[in-house]
């Protein structure tokens, strides 16, 4: 194991849970954009680290529309599987330049980063699904006082 793979999985299991599914949501999809963006900047002068944003945001894009979470559209991939996935991506986004060839770019350094900032988010989700559901039942549900309203009438 890396040191860097050692650090996310400290981080991953010491942070506070202060993001909600929905909140982790509207990451991921900012994840996904960032590296589509990548791979289009880099495609001409870095062919591989384009390649490889593109791997990346695709994935992301993929995972987070059939994640069962607010923001997910096919609801196919429990929330806590995501969190687990996102894990081990993380860890993996260590590996991506060596893997794609681009070791000595600058591009490389924006995977590493990655790898730590999204040890982080994971660290710091509540991927709790139960809470998860309930938040986004409750987003579609009347407010308190609409139904005690309802209720009285």
């Known amino acids: 194991m890396s040191v860097a ?11 506070p849970k202060v993001i909600d599914a929905r909140t ?5 999809y900012a994840h996904a954009g960032f590296f589509l963006g990548m791979a289009l900047v880099c495609r001409k002068r870095n062919p591989r680290a384009a390649l490889a944003a593109l791997c990346t945001g695709s994935f992301v894009l993929v995972q987070s529309l059939l994640t069962d979470y607010p923001l997910g ?9 995501h969190g ?14 060596r893997i794609f060839g ?18 982080a988010v994971v660290g710091m989700t509540d991927f709790d699904t139960t809470r998860a559901r309930i938040e986004e039942l409750g987003s579609s549900l009347p407010a308190m006082d609409d139904r005690n309203q309802m209720a009285a009438d």
């Open 5 to 15: 793979t050692a650090l996310v999985e400290k981080l991953e299991t010491r942070l």
């Open 84 to 97: 687990e996935m996102d894990a081990a991506f993380a860890a993996s986004s260590f590996a991506m330049p």
């Open 24 to 28: 982790h949501g509207v990451i991921d």
């Open 73 to 81: 559209a096919g609801k196919v991939i429990p929330f806590k599987t």
């Open 102 to 119: 681009f070791s000595d770019t600058g591009a490389a350094k924006v995977f590493r980063a990655n790898g730590f900032v999204e040890g």
